[in-house]
């Protein structure tokens, strides 16, 4: 069988060279078709597709979301300015009221007070950052803390008629001796009681009720509904007396208000007002603060001499016309003017939300713009008209629309190269894989035929290979996941493999391996895949299938034992449960020990007599495979004592000296058969030698008498040959009786094997002459002794030469090799056959086999089977070898040692 193994290995290089090559035009793709630019919220990365590449820089998705950010920032910015310029310049000394300030960004709480800061003094607090200070207090001190408030105005009956907190109507000094007693009412005009909207009779009755509860109680009325206003920070806690401690964090005030106040405590008359107040200032700080940053770098990127993004937003508020605007020229025009100056840009966008006009040649649609003023509504009145448009010149540099439309410009006109540079290597490596499909574990056979094979690797069981395919596949992601990563990354951040970052070459350098992974793993199992298909073998090699024949094999065999299946399986089975049943019955009995114990005892017992059992039928079956044995060593006397044995082992101990007594009587009948023909074949052969010696003796007569008339002499003459070869035949037939009767008697010596082969080969050169035959002796001259019978052994050669000579082809060479090695002496004699061989070798050593199966030539067909049995009664071996038309015969005998020739 011929495998094209080279040829399969370089073109399966081929391929995994080529998928390298796809994946790094593919990462050509990936890692160079972005633009990354600097935006207002930092670096942005675009990827350029495939579909991109027909549409021009204004057309494309990443013009319109530059497009869109700007639009974004700018509606951004306008708002920021309203709230940091005045007079269209950044205003430090900006007064900044916090609780209306909170309650246009929508975090203001719902609180009555206020506090007034510069824009200055927030912003740097915001950027020292804000801190406060944890106050610890007792539920008396936190309750009281702004003054004291236990006064009947500020309770009232609920919808039970129980006494509960109202307000914080009346705040004022605590109670003069400090217990627990509640001070009078205050009477007259202008007592609190006004603000409460409470009567004289009311806060009569509420003043009974006051004194009714205690100091405690009034003070746990304030503090509930303290806390069921949700104010954040305040947490309560009791200590180990069990008094209760109230945790609170107040604000550090790092700034005075404009008013000269340092404190938020100034302000508010209670707990409620204070948070409220504070949670205000807080959302002012941080929004401000980021707004500040915000502003500085919008305002700085948008400027006109930065950006190629012009804009103009004009709105009517009560301080009169605003206007903001990057181009100052366009300020003092008319709006129509300025609508005129915008419709030149190549892309612009106008709206006036007053008159609903939405003019525009982007996909910016009106709800977009509606979307992003509403997030600053309170910075945008009805009145507001704006104006936005990009210079397609790009003429100033460095902002994001001149870098995208740069790279645009140079990465989409090669985007196509590298796709079609894919597709053609993707279209080779298919090609090469159609071409490895086709011809795996496809062969060419000695006749030229095409046979099927499969390698060491095919004959794993199939689900293993699938396991391997699972592991691939695995791996094949986890791969995936990282070149989506480096893609997704390119251009954004630098990309790190295990804490390594990756330079481009290392990135290129993992693409290649990722697809020589992924081919080479696919390559390794879908070619066995095909190879078992085309074999057969997909499902029969499977551990599925294994398990199915076992099972199979199983049933089958105890079906076709069902005699053994019953007498072996049922007591086993019984046997089993048997000892389940004793170990469940124990368990359940282990409290009651005695039954328990008596139960483990018949366990051990029966265990026991079965292990026994099992032992005698083990011994028994040993005495019969001993018995078997010895009569297969030729002891057919021998007999198996089936008397001391049981069962099935006594049937089968009968069988078996039935089976000796039978091969006893084959082994005679056979020895006096072969005995019989072996005296058939002498007496013939001897009744044959009296008449045949009469007729040579006449013909002998005739010969002399030299009669020269035809055809006379011609008879004479086939009467002699045909005499002649009857008696050869004859010889060789007493010959061949006596070796195999074993009457035949050696007269061994030292015998020179060498000296006898020159002898033989000068014996028959001129019979080899005739033949056109060349001898080749090359050991002529080197001694090689050993212990036989010469006459014996010169007819051993003389059989082989006369084979060389019948059936060997003119014209050729006899080849005569000997060597010595390890105390045997080997004799190899060699010629190509005159005819094509159609017998096995081992035949041609048999009594009547003739290498010509016609029989046209002279010959009995017994030379080489007397050559053997003579070498083997000499104690060597004798081998017949064919490769084609090459015929070997192989001799080999003992070297002569002395001291085994006088033994």
Request: proline share 2%; glycine share 8%; hydrophobic share 40%.
């Amino acid at each position: 069988m011929k495998i094209k193994r080279f040829k399969r290995l370089c073109l399966e290089l081929l391929q995994h060279l080529l998928a390298a090559g796809i994946m790094m035009t593919v990462a050509s793709l990936l890692l160079n078709s972005y633009i990354a630019v600097d935006s207002i919220d930092g670096p942005k990365v675009y990827r350029i597709f495939p579909i991109d590449t027909g549409l021009e820089f204004e057309e494309s998705e990443i013009y319109q979301d530059l497009f869109r950010n700007a639009v974004s920032d700018i509606t951004q910015l306008v708002a920021l300015k309203g709230q940091l310029e005045t007079d269209g310049v950044l205003n430090p000394s900006k007064k900044i009221d916090v609780t209306e300030y909170a309650s246009e960004i929508g975090e203001d709480s719902g609180c009555a007070l206020t506090a007034v800061y510069t824009l200055d003094d927030i912003v740097k607090w915001g950027k020292s950052g804000v801190e406060y200070t944890d106050r610890f207090m007792s539920m008396t001190e936190f309750v009281n803390y702004f003054g004291y408030c236990i006064y009947p105005e500020n309770f009232k009956l609920d919808e039970y008629d129980q006494l509960c907190f109202d307000d914080f109507y009346h705040v004022g000094e605590e109670a003069e001796d400090g217990g627990d007693e509640s001070p009078e009412p205050e009477t007259g005009e202008d007592m609190p009681a006004a603000l409460s909207g409470k009567t004289m009779e009311e806060i009569a009755a509420l003043s009974e009720k006051l004194e009714e509860s205690t100091q405690e109680q009034l003070e746990d009325m304030v503090f509930s509904h303290i806390m069921s206003e949700n104010l954040d920070g305040i947490n309560l806690s009791r200590e180990d007396d069990g008094s209760l401690t109230v945790y609170i964090p107040m604000l550090n005030c790092r700034y005075a208000t404009v008013d000269g106040e340092r404190q938020l405590t100034a302000y508010a008359q209670n707990w409620i007002d204070y948070i409220k107040l504070q949670e205000n200032v807080v959302a002012a700080i941080d929004s401000l603060t980021v707004n500040y940053q915000r502003y500085q770098i919008c305002n700085e990127a948008y400027k006109g001499t930065n950006s190629n993004v012009k804009y103009m937003v004009r709105m009517m508020t009560d301080k009169g016309m605003c206007t903001y605007t990057n181009v100052p020229n366009l300020a003092g025009l008319e709006d129509n003017e300025v609508t005129e100056s915008f419709n030149e840009y190549r892309r612009y966008l106008i709206y006036y939300p007053d008159s609903l006009v939405f003019m525009g040649n982007t996909i910016f649609s009106e709800e977009e713009i509606d979307e992003y003023i509403g997030v600053y509504s309170y910075a945008y009145p009805d009145t507001t008209h704006i104006w936005l448009g990009v210079d397609s010149r790009y003429a100033i540099e460095g902002d994001a629309f001149h870098t995208a439309n740069a790279i645009y410009q140079k990465i989409v006109p090669n985007v196509g190269r590298f796709i079609m540079l894919t597709m053609m290597l993707a279209l080779f490596w298919l090609g090469i894989g159609i071409y490895l499909t086709v011809t795996a574990g496809t062969a060419i056979g000695e006749n030229g035929e095409q046979v099927q094979y499969l390698n060491r690797f095919d004959k794993l069981w199939t689900e293993l290979l699938l396991l391997l395919a699972a592991g691939f596949v695995y791996g094949g992601l986890q791969g995936y996941q990282i070149i989506v990563e480096i893609a997704e990354t390119a251009g954004v951040v630098p990309t790190r493999l295990m804490g390594v970052e990756l330079t481009k070459l290392y990135r290129y350098g993992l693409f290649a391996v990722y697809g020589i992974y992924v081919s080479v793993c696919f390559g390794i199992v879908w070619h066995s895949i095909v190879r078992r298909m085309k074999a057969g073998s997909l499902l029969q090699g499977s551990f599925l299938h294994f398990a199915y024949r076992g099972i199979d094999n199983a049933v089958r065999f105890i079906l076709r034992h069902k005699n053994s299946a019953v007498s072996m399986l049922l007591p086993y089975n019984m046997f089993l449960f048997t000892n389940l049943l004793g170990i469940v019955t124990t368990y359940k009995l282990w409290d009651r020990h005695m039954y328990a114990f008596l139960i483990l005892a018949a366990m051990v017992v029966m265990d026991g007599i079965i292990g026994v059992f099992l032992l005698r039928r083990n011994a028994e079956q040993a005495e019969i495979v001993e018995g078997i044995h010895r009569i297969r060593d030729g002891e057919v006397e021998y007999k198996v004592d089936a008397d001391s044995l049981h069962g099935s082992s006594k049937e089968v101990a009968i069988a078996v000296n039935n089976i000796g007594e039978g091969i006893r009587k084959a082994v005679k009948t056979s020895m006096e058969d072969e005995r019989m023909k072996t005296e058939l074949i002498t007496n013939v052969s001897h009744d044959l030698k009296t008449p045949l010696t009469s007729i040579i003796s006449y013909v002998d007569l005739l010969k002399r008498l030299r009669i020269q008339e035809e055809p006379a002499k011609g008879y004479i003459n086939i009467l002699d040959s045909k005499a002649q070869r009857l008696k050869q035949l004859t010889d060789d037939l007493v010959e061949a009786s006596r070796i195999s009767s074993g009457s035949i008697v050696l007269e061994k010596e030292k015998l020179n094997l060498t000296e006898l082969l020159n002898q033989g080969i000068g014996e028959f050169s001129e019979k080899m002459e005739e033949c056109r035959l060349q001898v080749v002796f090359d050991q002529a001259d080197a001694p090689a002794y050993i212990y036989a019978d010469s006459r014996r052994m010169w007819r051993v050669l003389e059989n082989l030469f006369n084979n060389i000579c019948k059936y060997a082809l003119e014209g050729t060479r006899v080849y005569i090799d000997m060597a010595m090695e390890k105390g045997r002496i080997e004799v190899s004699v060699k010629n190509i056959s005159r005819q094509q061989m159609s017998v096995r070798p081992e035949e041609l050593a048999e009594r009547f086999i003739r290498g010509d199966s016609s029989r046209t030539t002279e010959g009995s067909g017994l030379g080489l089977s007397i050559a053997k049995s003579l070498v083997q009664v000499h104690g060597g071996d004798f081998e017949i070898l064919m490769d084609g038309d090459l015929f070997k015969v192989r001799l080999a005998f003992p070297e002569y040692d002395e001291n085994a020739a006088s033994d």
